[in-house]
C-alpha cells in the first residue's frame, strides 16, 4: 500500500481494493463537527467513555489531524498537543485495518518531526500496543486505567 505525500492535501493512501483517503491538518476551529462525529462514534459509542473525559477542554488549542475518505467523510482522526503528546486517535470501524490508522500516526511524527519535537509521547490502550510499537514507541509505565479502559503510557524519542 504505497502512501504518496501531497503537499496541499496531506497524505494520500490506495490499496489494492483502490481504497483512498486523506490525512489533513486542521483545527478544532474548522472542523469541530468532523472530529466530534469520529470521536463520539469510536470513544463514546463503541468504548462507553464519559463525554466530561472525552471532551476536556484541550481541543480548542491543539493541532488535529483528521482523515478524510475520498468522497469527504471523515473516518479517522488523532489530536496533536504542543507538549509532544499524541491523542484521541481513532479510525471508525468499517475504516479499522485499511492503513488509516497508520497513515495518521506517520502524520503525527512528521508533525513533530518538523518542529523539532525529539519525544512523542501517547496513552495508548493496551491492546493497541504492538501497534504502536511497530513506529518505534516504547511503553514507559506500568498499566493504568483511563475512562474504564487499560492503558499505558509510551514514547517514541528521536535521535
Known amino acids: 500500500m504505497p502512501v504518496t505525500a501531497n503537499a496541499r492535501k496531506g497524505l494520500t493512501l490506495q490499496d489494492s ?3 483512498q ?3 489533513q491538518k ?5 472542523h469541530a463537527q468532523q472530529l466530534m462525529t469520529v470521536r463520539e462514534a469510536v470513544f463514546i459509542a463503541e468504548q462507553n467513555v464519559p463525554l466530561a473525559l472525552e471532551w476536556d477542554g484541550l481541543d480548542e488549542t491543539a493541532q488535529h489531524l483528521l482523515a478524510l475518505s475520498a468522497t469527504g467523510e471523515a473516518i479517522g482522526c488523532a489530536r496533536l498537543l504542543g507538549d509532544g503528546s499524541v491523542g484521541r486517535m481513532a479510525v471508525m470501524q468499517p475504516w479499522r485495518g485499511l492503513g488509516v490508522g497508520t497513515a495518521l500516526l506517520k502524520s503525527a511524527i512528521a508533525y513533530y518531526q518538523q518542529l523539532g519535537i525529539r519525544v512523542i509521547t501517547l496513552s495508548a490502550q493496551v491492546h493497541a500496543i504492538a501497534f504502536y510499537e511497530r513506529f518505534g514507541f516504547k511503553v514507559c509505565s506500568e498499566a493504568y486505567v483511563d475512562a474504564g479502559i487499560l492503558h499505558r503510557d509510551m514514547q517514541r524519542i528521536d535521535a
Open 26 to 30: 486542521v483545527t478544532w476551529q474548522t
Open 21 to 23: 483517503f486523506n490525512i
Open 17 to 19: 481494493f483502490n481504497i
